[in-house]
């Protein structure tokens, strides 16, 4: 078993700034390809970012693009996303999720279906 927890959500203002986390626990000491979702009320869950086992490449989804940044320290089993210049759009429940199966070093992965674990989300709400 793998678990995801997550932090860092909260209220802020838009053109604020926050840092989310995802602690990686579990099985081993593996690290997996990485992602961060987000779903809004009533709407689908969507693609924020990626990020690959050693974090050499990542990916962003096109509506955070420029605004958001995924990094992760291996050593601390910790993911990160950094969002900066937010938009009351950009609220929303974010979820990180890990792929721990058939997944390769180099590869990163932008779709739900690509993941088999994830996190409980943290709330993310920017106000206008």
């Known amino acids: 078993q793998v678990q995801l927890v997550e932090s860092g959500g909260g209220l802020v203002q838009a053109g604020g700034s926050l840092r989310l986390s995802c602690v990686v626990s579990?099985?081993?000491?593996?690290?997996?390809?990485m992602g961060w979702f987000r779903q809004a009320p009533k709407k689908e869950r969507e693609f924020v970012a990626a990020i690959t086992t050693r974090g050499g490449s990542t990916r962003y989804g096109d509506s955070v693009k420029n605004r958001v940044t995924i990094s992760r320290d291996n050593a601390k089993n910790t993911v990160y996303l950094q969002m900066n210049t937010l938009k009351p759009e950009d609220t929303a429940v974010y979820y990180c999720?890990?792929?721990?199966?058939?997944?390769?070093?180099?590869?990163?992965?932008?779709?739900?279906?690509?993941?088999?674990?994830w996190g409980q989300g943290t709330q993310v709400t920017v106000s206008s």
């Open positions: 579990g099985r081993t000491a593996k690290n997996y390809p």
């Open positions: 999720a890990a792929r721990t199966d058939n997944y390769l070093t180099f590869s990163y992965y932008t779709t739900s279906d690509d993941y088999d674990y």
